[in-house]
Structures are given as C-alpha cells and as structure tokens.
Nanobody, 115 residues
C-alpha cells in the first residue's frame, strides 16, 4: 500500500504565503499522478491541482496564478505553494496519489486564513 501524509498547515495571514507538503511512502510506483483537493466548511470537496510524473500540471481556473504545484521524484514529495491567501482559502487540504489501479488519500491538513 501507499501511505500519504500532508503537513504544513496552520494559521496564515491574508495576503501571505504558505507551503504544504505531501509525503508518499510504501509501495510507491515509478509513475503516478498526484494532486491536492480542499474542502471548506459546508462546501463540497474541490480539486485544486494535479501533476503527473512528467511534471505536467493543471489547475482550477480560479486558483491559477496563486497556487503552484511541484514534485520531487527523488523523495516522493509533492508541494503546494500558496500565495496571496484569502479567508476563502480556509479549508482542509488533502493530498492524493493515484496509480493505474488505486487512489490513496492523506488525512488532510487544516489551513486557516485570518487576521
């Protein structure tokens, strides 16, 4: 199995940056897709960004330019760089790893944007 764990969440100031990390361990294949979702209070979970082993990334239109995804294949770590944070960005952020046969999810990390 693949274990996925997010980290880096916490309290952030409006307009500030924050970096989230996602570590994958266990039986991690050479090629897989990974990405970030988030779920705000009272809202459905929404896709933020995905990236492939070939580093091809896609983003939700509303977040393009503020959020950036990157991965380090040597450490099986995926990052989400968030800039110009807004109170509306407050949510639980989830990382996922998807292979040809299965999807793996982390427990999530809370991000709160407030003054």
């Amino acid at each position: 199995q693949v274990e996925v764990v997010e980290s880096g969440g916490g309290l952030a100031q409006p307009g500030g940056p924050l970096r989230l990390s996602c570590s994958a361990s266990g039986d991690v294949p050479r090629e897989f897709s990974t990405g970030w979702d988030r779920q705000a209070p009272g809202k459905e979970r929404e896709l933020i960004s995905t990236i492939t082993t070939r580093h091809t990334a896609s983003y939700t239109d509303a977040l393009t330019g503020r959020f950036t995804i990157a991965r380090d294949p040597d450490t099986n770590t995926v990052y989400l760089y968030m800039n110009n944070l807004k109170p509306e960005d407050t949510a639980v952020y989830y990382c996922n790893v998807k292979t040809d046969t299965q999807s793996y999810w982390g427990p999530g990390t809370q991000v709160t944007v407030s003054s």
